[in-house]
């Protein structure tokens, strides 16, 4: 998959599994992402024990690195589930999150993935702009999905062509 974006957020970021060295700073950029964010346990848990679980972080090119995102994605049978995405604030408006989504999807459709899925809060437009321009579509409500507020959140669906199984 060619991005327009690519080769300037490739000098700036280097994707990575996330690692246990990483959890601190996710866990961090997790607090100031979210209203209910997820525990640093729940991350742990995505790293090796879960076996459906694609987890990237973006580290700057930095002297010393830095997480600047992440991406946590599971692929089960024919779809890929994207499970958590967030941006740290100085990184924000650069491509940065899409860029996680699309490596994400590239991963799920070479695993054989023919489907992508998400939810989303109603009220987060951003990211909903974001899934809209990446071809997501809005396919229904789980109502009082998401605690601390309580909120519906929206499901969208993108197809990713191919057959299961990677054919």
């Known amino acids: 998959m060619s991005l327009g974006f690519e080769s300037d957020l490739r000098t700036r970021y280097v994707l990575a599994p996330m690692g246990v060295s990483h959890l ?10 979210y209203e209910n964010p997820w525990a640093r346990n729940a991350f742990a848990s995505e790293l090796g024990k879960n076996r459906v679980s694609f987890s990237r972080v973006a580290l700057t090119t930095e002297v010393s690195p830095r997480v600047a995102g992440y ?27 899409r860029f996680l989504v699309l490596q994400a999807l590239e991963e799920g459709r070479s695993s054989g993935a023919t489907s992508a899925l998400l939810e989303v809060r109603r009220s987060n437009a951003a990211a909903q702009n974001l899934y809209r321009t990446l071809g ?22 993108k197809e990713l062509g191919g057959k299961p199984g990677g054919a």
């Open 71 to 97: 991406c946590i994605a599971w692929i089960v049978f024919e779809h890929i589930h994207i499970q958590n995405l967030a941006v740290h604030p100085e990184h924000r408006r650069r491509g940065l999150g």
């Open 136 to 157: 997501f579509e809005e396919t229904g409500t789980r109502r009082d999905y998401y605690s601390r507020p309580r909120e519906d959140a929206l499901i969208f669906r």
């Open 24 to 33: 601190d700073e996710v866990s961090a950029i997790e607090l100031e992402s």
